[in-house]
């Protein structure tokens, strides 16, 4: 088997306090191919890449590069060794410029003098082979999270790898980007690079890669070529039980209008409008889903109605109470809740355990005669947790030691338990296997069979189609079209998502 592998995880196991994230694993990549890394949110799978990445270190087990034995202790070895990384959440310094991140910690210089001119040059040109020409000089913090994604793929690209990890590297990326992407992600194997492409888009990962495994509770269960699987085959190893068909959308019957906005405008700080005279209306119990491309408003719009963009312009009314001169708390206090595209930034706090991040935004109800009630507390998270099957060794553990998926079902929890009227939902699904995207599904079902309103931004068609009741469809910040989504079609959606603006 020497020199058939470039890299080799060899029975790795990886123990933290109170769980055993991997056991006994075996992982093996071949040069110029695409090993597709699979799992249910918790499985293992990013323990796995960082192990790999030289992030973490395993318990036991070894690690083999090019057929001998070494010892990775740090992302620097790994990097010397061209191994990269393309992380699940963003890695990105949001102070630096976009080609200060993509050149940290290997500046370009000149007789001594950091060479920024030349920085921006390789850049511009890596970028311009992403087809995104993002200014290299611009705060990665002040970029859309789509835009961040790219530049985090283009740091990758920069440092001339030979092994490339990539964990949900589409997951902030529209459709029409993700053909770029594979495009990219092709010369890298004719180049023979090796790469692990986690994704919980099946159909996007069986397109992509040459080989699968298959991880389930910290264990590899399956590996096989990707040209003899089926999503089937995938999902029955993933859960141990065979794919259900995805349940039959009931049909919604809205109460009266809940949420009504009227010409939302807001501009970006140069001027260049993001929202452009936005209305719309929602009723108890149904879901609007809003779909668009990057950059078409779906974040920002969200945002506003939450009053996260005080300069934003235009009227909010939740039944007949406006809101657009309140601030975020009276929102929620009123009745609105929001899951945020970006969990890491807005939606958890990395210092806190499980429970505090679900009951953080309603902390008041657990309080009798001004002190809080621990009892009551931890009873409302639990049972939320239960509710939401949400995986955690325990509410009292910090939560960043929870999968991304589950990490985002707390977010979920924390917003349901303020009991709101309309929830506002950005990505939802981002970065969740498909067992959990299921339940999170059937989760907004059930909300708006309860009367509650709910708003859907998302990209992905297929969870469009899976929980809205009516579609809106955006495009540079406009309303480009609206139709039941028993009428939406992919080729109506694409089209309008991608055209002018509706007059």
Same mark, same amino acid.
């Given at each position: ?179 770029? *992407?594979?495009? &990219?992600? /092709?010369?890298? +194997? ?8 986690? @994704?919980? %888009? =099946? !159909? ?97 719009? *969200?945002?506003? &109605?939450? /009053?996260?963009? +005080? ?8 039944? @007949?109470? %406006? =809101? !657009? ?97 309309? *929830? ?80």
């Amino acid at each position: 088997m020497r020199g058939e592998f470039v890299l080799e995880a060899r029975n790795v196991s990886k123990q933290y306090p109170g769980t055993l994230a991997l056991d006994g694993v075996t992982f093996r990549l071949r040069p110029g191919t695409v090993t597709g890394l699979i799992g249910e949110n918790g499985a293992g799978k990013s323990t796995l890449v960082k192990i790999l990445a030289g992030i973490e270190r395993p318990t036991s087990g070894t690690l083999n590069l090019d057929g001998k034995e070494f010892a990775m202790d740090s992302v620097r070895d790994a990097d010397a060794h061209g191994i990269g990384i393309i992380h699940q959440e963003l890695n990105l310094c949001p102070n630096l410029s976009v080609a200060e991140n993509i050149f940290l910690g290997r500046e370009l210089t000149a007789k001594g003098v950091l060479n920024k001119r030349r920085q921006e040059t390789e850049v511009r040109e890596l970028l311009a082979r992403l087809e995104h020409p993002i200014d290299p000089r611009a705060r990665a913090g002040d970029l859309p999270l789509g835009q961040q994604q790219i530049v985090e793929i283009a740091k990758a690209l920069a440092r001339n790898v030979r092994i490339l990890m990539m964990d949900e590297p589409t997951s902030a990326l529209s459709a029409t980007e993700i053909p770029i *992407l594979f495009r &990219i992600i /092709g010369d890298l +194997r004719a180049r023979g690079v090796a790469i692990v492409y986690i @994704s919980h %888009r =099946l !159909d996007e990962l069986l397109a992509v890669a040459d080989y699968v495994s298959v991880l389930r509770d910290g264990r590899m269960v399956a590996e096989a070529a990707a040209s003899h699987v089926d999503t089937g085959w995938i999902v029955e190893r993933m859960t141990g039980r065979a794919a259900e068909p995805a349940a039959a959308l009931e049909a919604c019957d809205p109460g009266p209008p809940l949420l009504r906005l009227e010409r939302l405008w807001l501009n970006a700080p140069g001027g260049r409008p993001l929202l452009g005279g936005v209305s719309l209306d929602l009723r108890g119990g149904e879901v609007l889903g809003i779909y668009g491309l990057m950059g078409a408003g779906r974040t920002e719009l *969200l945002e506003c &109605i939450m /009053g996260l963009h +005080r300069e934003a312009a235009g009227s909010v009314y939740l039944d @007949s109470k %406006r =809101l !657009d001169r309140m601030d975020t708390a009276g929102r929620i206090a009123s009745g609105l809740a929001m899951v945020p595209e970006d969990r890491q930034a807005s939606g958890i706090v990395q210092s806190l355990p499980v429970l505090a991040n679900m009951t953080l935004s309603s902390l008041g109800r657990y309080a009798r005669a001004a002190w809080l009630s621990p009892t009551l507390e931890a009873a409302a998270a639990s049972g939320m947790a239960a509710n939401l099957r949400i995986k955690s060794p325990g509410l009292r553990h910090s939560i960043s030691a929870l999968s991304g998926g589950n990490q985002q079902k707390v977010v979920m929890a924390k917003c349901l338990l303020t009991n709101p009227r309309v *929830l506002l939902l950005d990505e939802p699904t981002r970065g969740v296997d498909v067992g959990a995207k299921q339940e999170i599904h059937a989760v907004v079902r059930r909300l708006a069979a309860s009367g509650m309103g709910v708003i859907l931004a998302s990209s992905e068609l297929e969870e469009i189609r899976a929980t809205a009741d009516r579609v809106l469809v955006m495009s540079r910040g406009k309303v480009t079209a609206e139709m039941p989504a028993a009428q939406a079609r992919d080729e109506a959606l694409v089209s309008a998502a991608s055209a002018g603006v509706r007059q």
